[in-house]
């Protein structure tokens, strides 16, 4: 259902800004749909937009393999819906007058970037590692029972 909402907000949004009349909405929709930064707007849109769709079939319900990858692709949707939001805004050339150029990630970029996945890796390990993902009680019926001394049960 919420891939729907998305879907339709995406559709509103463009619809609003085609048919508005406003020349800025106008040039900052077809920026974002056929500008330099493309690519990015049509991964969001399919990744957030068309790929929940899945979700109504009952093949894909009941699968753990395809929840996880329909879950892989709307994050990797949100993400660029993020950088769309940012990195195309502030690109937009036809009507800013202080963006000459696209954006172009420097090495200080993307070491940020590497940095904040390390930290989220890193504080979800220990998470993990402190409160463990898997219920001890569920494991405990798997377990074998413990032996006393050099007892072994063969």
């Not at 907000?9 to 330099?36: D, I, K, L, M, Q």
């Not at 109504?56 to 395809?66: A, D, E, M």
Request: one cysteine or more; hydrophobic letters at 55%.
């Amino acid at each position: 259902m919420t891939g729907l909402i998305v879907s339709m907000s995406y559709c509103t949004e463009n619809y609003v800004a085609w048919f508005s009349g406003n020349p800025h909405e106008r040039a900052a929709f077809w920026y974002r749909a056929f500008g330099p930064f493309w690519w990015a707007s049509w991964t969001m849109n399919i990744c957030n937009g068309l790929l929940p769709w899945l979700l109504w079939s009952k093949k894909v319900q009941r699968s753990i393999l395809g929840l996880f990858v329909v879950s892989i692709f709307v994050n990797i949707g949100m993400w660029f819906e993020r950088f769309v939001i940012i990195a195309v805004s502030l690109a937009g050339e036809p009507f800013e007058r202080f963006a000459n150029a696209t954006y172009n990630p420097t090495w200080a970029d993307w070491g940020i970037m590497a940095g904040s996945f390390g930290w989220f890796f890193m504080w979800f390990l220990l998470f993990v590692k402190i409160f463990p993902a898997v219920s001890i009680s569920e494991v405990k019926e798997v377990l074998p029972a413990p032996t006393r001394g050099k007892e072994r049960v063969a």
